[in-house]
């Protein structure tokens, strides 16, 4: 598969300090890739410096083999963006501005405007001043501003922000479509790891302002996928009976009522064995590693937030 967008050893200071140190990155042709990370980790940062709207301190981004340099117009063309809150001329209508986009971007295509608006459901509302939109509908209007003009790689920045949970699904059935029948490469950052692990193909963790981990979701399933979980307010001897009763050594207590138990050892063995000990459970069941616990683990116990 053909690799998009390649990064080497991307950095940026800002007044001395690096908010981005040595991001190597490689998105492939067609897949769409999750971008992960706590806030202030740098992952808008990143996206800025891909759609050239931040100047890097130091590295090299390669968009289709060709190195970005300050007048790389037509391989910008090529993409499609939003970067943190889109914005509009609030007074024009959601067409206007869409057909204002196009004459900048010297993009001439009425049919293309169409399909956006449809793609997005806006076509009940496109004559509407944007003003009167809900941040969600601003939403939706950025991403069919975003795609109008075909690109080869969209770059999104939080773009299920606003959305209810029916317009979250939507759009995730738009970002399969994109990806799947478009064949467009979808770079996606978000703090909705459900969301993520629902459509990526590859995700990239970045803390502190370094890529920690890049890694296809396929890899991520086929780890260590089944635990069992147990919560208890007595975690202290439910861990002695793990050990002395059942010899049990992959485990991790997650906080003072969870532990989830790795090695393989049957429910009800495990179900007696508490129970005849005097622990109390308040539930134990058997569940899948998500994308979630994956973050989890890799930030040290730290959530995304």
């Given at each position: 598969?053909?690799?998009?967008?390649?990064?080497?050893?991307?950095?940026?200071?800002?007044?001395?300090?690096?908010?981005?140190?040595?991001?190597?990155?490689?998105?492939?042709q067609g897949e769409i890739y999750g971008f992960l990370g706590p806030n202030g980790a740098g992952k808008t940062t990143v996206m800025k410096m891909i759609t050239n709207l931040v100047k890097p301190t130091a590295g090299n981004i390669e968009f289709f083999g060709e190195s970005m340099t300050d007048h790389s117009y037509e391989m910008l063309k090529r993409m499609g963006c939003i970067i943190e809150y889109p914005v509009?001329?609030?007074k024009l209508t959601a067409r206007e501005n869409l057909q204002l986009h196009g004459e900048y971007m010297g993009y001439y295509d009425a049919k293309a405007m169409e399909e956006a608006l449809e793609l997005v459901?806006?076509?009940?509302?496109?004559?509407?001043?944007?003003?009167?939109?809900?941040?969600?509908?601003?939403?939706?209007?950025?991403?069919?501003?975003?795609?109008?003009?075909?690109?080869?790689?969209?770059?999104?920045?939080?773009p299920i922000n606003g959305l209810d949970p029916i317009g979250i699904k939507e759009l995730r059935e738009v970002f399969r479509m994109l990806s799947r029948e478009y064949g467009m490469t979808l770079l996606i950052s978000s703090h909705i790891l459900g969301e993520i692990e629902q459509v990526a193909d590859?995700?990239?963790?970045?803390?502190?302002?370094?890529?920690?981990?890049?890694?296809?979701?396929?890899?991520?399933?086929?780890?260590?996928?089944?635990?069992i979980e147990l919560i208890?307010?007595?975690?202290?001897?439910?861990?002695?009976?793990?050990?002395?009763?059942?010899?049990?050594?992959?485990?991790?207590?997650?906080?003072?009522?969870?532990?989830?138990?790795?090695d393989a050892v049957q429910q009800l063995e495990l179900n007696k064995a508490l129970i005849e000990a005097g622990v109390e459970l308040d539930s134990l069941s058997k569940k899948n590693l998500s994308l979630e616990d994956h973050f989890v683990e890799l930030m040290g116990g730290e959530g995304i937030a």
């Open positions: 598969m053909t690799t998009i967008l390649r990064t080497w050893d991307l950095t940026k200071e800002y007044q001395g300090k690096e908010a981005v140190s040595g991001v190597n990155m490689s998105i492939k509009f001329y609030d459901k806006l076509r009940g509302v496109d004559k509407k001043p944007v003003k009167q939109f809900s941040l969600g509908m601003k939403q939706r209007l950025g991403i069919a501003r975003a795609v109008m003009t075909k690109p080869e790689l969209l770059i999104l920045d939080e590859t995700i990239g963790v970045i803390r502190d302002g370094i890529l920690v981990e890049e890694v296809a979701m396929d890899m991520i399933r086929s780890q260590n996928t089944q635990y208890t307010g007595a975690s202290s001897k439910a861990v002695y009976v793990l050990e002395h009763k059942l010899g049990l050594t992959n485990f991790k207590v997650l906080d003072p009522r969870t532990i989830r138990i790795y």
